[in-house]
């Protein structure tokens, strides 16, 4: 099987926005986003989400593609493709309380200890420009 989601790295000047999720324990900190629907192309996908998660609106014609992983996990493989945006409108609020603790913008170059490993994998590639990774579950 292979799903496919697509997550938006949103900047503000040196930090990017991140999500706190609800699960068991602590939570961890990752991108907004969510899968692609079966009619949906990756950036039409991304502005839902983002809607529907953050309450804001997005132009597709301002999402910058900036990284895609291929990762593996026991369900099977994942394709996420990475979008970029310094551009918005409306104020970014937590519109999915239930999903998540709290939506919070880290410095980019000091991510918080509890942000999830791919996160942490995703956003050291796109600082050092690769535009493709691939990732086991295990997080290697």
């Not at 930090?15 to 068991?24: M, P, V, Y």
């Not at 999915?96 to 791919?118: A, G, K, V």
Request: overall charge positive.
């Amino acid at each position: 099987m292979i799903d496919i989601k697509t997550r938006l790295i949103l900047k503000k000047e040196d930090k990017i926005l991140l999500s706190l999720q609800k699960t068991a324990g602590n939570g961890k900190f990752t991108l907004v986003g969510g899968r692609i629907e079966q009619m949906e192309f990756a950036k039409e996908a991304l502005v839902r989400e983002c809607y529907e998660e953050l309450n804001i609106r997005l132009k597709k014609g301002d999402l910058k593609l900036v990284h895609m992983l291929h990762k593996k996990n026991k369900k099977g493989n994942v394709v996420t493709f990475y979008f970029t945006t310094t551009q918005w409108q409306g104020t970014v609020s937590n519109k999915e309380p239930q999903n998540f603790r709290s939506i919070e913008w880290h410095p980019i170059h000091n991510l918080p200890p509890r942000t999830s490993p791919t996160t942490k994998h995703v956003i050291t590639k796109v600082l050092n420009g690769k535009i493709y990774s691939e990732l086991n579950r295990e997080g290697k």
